[in-house]
């Protein structure tokens, strides 16, 4: 009988203690909602940039910890010069995000995997002959899609009742893109941080 009335105050003491975020982790079904901003190092192929800094959005579903969502992101890209070709490039992307969460308090991590279209837009710029700087010649490819995969993890730590932060860490992987440097696969790193809402 002492035994029952301990366990009995233990459970409602653990009740009472516990935290609004807690609570959150084990309902069925969780929207969330944010903006991103990272950086992307430079991939294996092309004189210019394609990533580098970005900015965007993202959404989803988290359902019994199972989570599908969709991110829209912005790449800034870069410009480089190679035997007097001023190479210049930018992208979209869009795609889906699918993964598990695992929740220990506050934090959730997720391991996910991303799919979708990058849309490059990239310009050559060259000197139309080899005395006259003043003049060029102008090669502009806009609107190339690529099929690119982002396998990575997500760290998000949940701040009251309706807010979190977060970070992720990505290999970002072009199996087939077409660009200055040919056509061949091309991989990179990307970083995001985020804030939003979950509800």
Partial sequence: ???????????????????????????????????????????????????????????????????????????????????GVTYSASAWMGGVDLGYGFTIAMVTIRPQLGTGDLLVNSTRLAPSCVDCAASFLSKATAGVHNLYFEPGVAVLLAIGESAFVGVDANLFVLPHIVDESGDAPQTAVTFHAQVGVHF
């Avoid at 002492?2 to 203690?17: D, E, I, N």
């Avoid at 935290?19 to 079904?29: H, I, N, S, T, V």
């Fill in 1 to 83: 009988m002492h035994f029952a009335r301990m366990a009995t105050v233990l459970a409602c003491g653990l009740l009472v203690t516990s935290r609004p975020g807690e609570a959150r982790a084990d309902e069925p079904l969780e929207a969330l909602f944010g903006a991103k901003t990272g950086i992307g190092t430079n991939l294996s192929g092309g004189p210019a940039d394609l990533l580098g800094f970005a900015v965007g959005g993202t959404g989803g579903l988290s359902i019994y910890r199972f989570y599908a969502g969709v991110d829209i992101m912005h790449f800034f890209g870069g410009s480089a010069t190679e035997g």
